[in-house]
Each structure stands twice: as structure tokens, then as C-alpha cells.
């Protein structure tokens, strides 16, 4: 089964204060870690959609993944998701989505692959203790409306919101992948997990 990843890394990092694609993480850059955590879950390809300062990001991008540059980046979110989503192959079979800025390892998304191969949903999103999170898996069916997402129209979640009733969760017991990088803040605490080994698969918080 032919799965592609989209990895969003066109923003602005306006609060990070530098650019978060090339933070350290894992011995390489943010960047680099994501591109090797997809391809390490199962993902045959990873589109990787830049933007803000793409020609200072695109040395630490992987070779083996496929770089697209959004020039409409500053208009929103879902003109990066529709840029990934037109670079990916009409006949692929489902596709992950996932933020840079939400970084997360490689048995998460072989979590949702699995789930998806076993049970064929159209959605398959994480359940943390606190929310539905990311990655988020999409049924390569959909990809026509990925192709059409809309800020204006919630975007992605427009998509999710039309075929609730095909979309499954599953349930993630660690809370500590569930991160989001925006402040310098965010950053050094997710580091800090990260780094003490807090991310690995059946590691349970004491928020769980």
C-alpha cells in the first residue's frame, strides 16, 4: 500500500524567534528528525513544503525526501496542505499529515498506519489524554479534497468534519509526544522530554 507523507514546514516561526525547521533535535534538525521518523514508520515517500526562507531550510531537508516551495505561504495553513497534496501521486493510498512544528516519532504514525491497513477508515488521528492530535492519517481517497482545502473553510478540518462517521481515533497513553513547538518555551520543554527518553511507545505520563 502506497502512503505518503506531507510534512507543513513553510511558516514563519514569528514566536519561536528562529526558524523552528532547523532547531537541534535527535543529533540533526527538527526537519531532518521528521523527514527519518516518516520514513522509519512506513511512509514511502515524504513531501516536504517549504516556504518562509526556503533556500536557508532546503540544505537540511533529507535527500531522499521530495521538496515543494509554497510561494502563497503567508495566506495560510491550507495553501501549504494544498501544495503537498498536489505534489502527491494520484494513485497513493493514504497520506499523513503533520506539522514540523509538532514533532513526533516514528511509532506514532506506525500506530496509524497499522490502525488503517487493519480496519480501512477514511481518518485516523491520535487520542491524547487532552485532545485528538497529530499526525493525522487521510484515506488516499480524499486527496481530491485535500486538493480544495480553504482557510476560509477551516481547512483540514473541513475535510475531517465531512466523513466524522468514517474516521476512527486511537487511543495514545503518552502524552509527552503531544507538543506543539511555538515559544522558545515549548521548545526547551519538549527537548527536555525528548531527551530523558519520555517519547518512547508505552511510556505513560502522569496526566494518563
Known amino acids: 500500500m502506497t502512503i505518503v507523507a506531507i510534512l507543513l514546514a513553510?511558516?514563519?516561526?514569528?514566536?519561536?524567534?528562529?526558524?523552528?525547521?532547523?532547531?537541534?533535535w535527535g543529533g540533526t534538525t527538527l526537519i531532518a528528525w521528521q523527514v527519518s521518523q516518516l520514513r522509519q514508520a512506513g511512509a514511502g515517500a515524504v513531501i516536504v513544503v517549504l516556504g518562509h526562507e526556503a533556500e536557508q531550510?532546503?540544505?537540511?531537508?533529507?535527500?531522499e525526501a521530495r521538496v515543494v516551495i509554497n510561494e502563497a505561504?503567508?495566506?495560510?495553513?491550507?495553501?501549504?496542505l494544498r501544495?503537498?497534496?498536489?505534489a502527491t501521486p494520484d494513485d497513493t493510498e493514504a497520506i499523513l499529515i503533520l506539522s514540523v512544528d509538532q514533532p513526533r516519532p516514528s511509532?506514532?504514525?506506525?500506530?496509524?498506519?497499522?490502525?488503517?491497513?487493519?480496519?480501512q477508515p477514511l481518518i485516523v488521528s491520535p487520542r491524547?489524554?487532552?485532545?485528538?492530535?497529530?499526525?493525522?492519517?487521510?484515506?488516499?481517497?480524499?486527496?481530491?479534497?485535500?486538493?480544495?482545502?480553504?482557510?476560509?473553510t477551516l481547512g483540514l478540518r473541513a475535510?475531517?468534519?465531512?466523513?466524522?462517521?468514517?474516521?476512527?481515533?486511537?487511543?495514545?497513553?503518552?502524552?509527552?509526544v503531544d507538543v506543539d513547538l511555538n515559544t522558545p518555551?515549548?521548545?526547551?520543554?519538549?527537548?527536555?522530554?525528548?531527551?530523558?527518553?519520555?517519547?518512547?511507545?508505552?511510556?505513560?505520563?502522569s496526566s494518563t
Open 159 to 176: 475535510v475531517i468534519d465531512r466523513h466524522v462517521s468514517q474516521a476512527q481515533s486511537l487511543p495514545v497513553a503518552n502524552d509527552s
Open 107 to 119: 511509532w506514532l504514525s506506525r500506530l496509524l498506519i497499522e490502525r488503517w491497513r487493519r480496519e
Open 10 to 24: 513553510a511558516g514563519e516561526s514569528t514566536r519561536m524567534g528562529r526558524l523552528k525547521q532547523l532547531l537541534p
Open 185 to 205: 518555551a515549548d521548545y526547551e520543554a519538549a527537548l527536555a522530554a525528548f531527551e530523558r527518553g519520555d517519547w518512547s511507545a508505552g511510556v505513560k505520563t
Open 83 to 86: 501544495c503537498g497534496a498536489e
Open 57 to 63: 531550510v532546503r540544505p537540511d531537508v533529507p535527500g
Open 73 to 80: 505561504y503567508e495566506q495560510g495553513r491550507a495553501t501549504s
Open 128 to 152: 491524547f489524554a487532552r485532545r485528538y492530535g497529530h499526525p493525522i492519517l487521510i484515506d488516499g481517497s480524499l486527496l481530491g479534497e485535500l486538493r480544495q482545502v480553504e482557510d476560509e
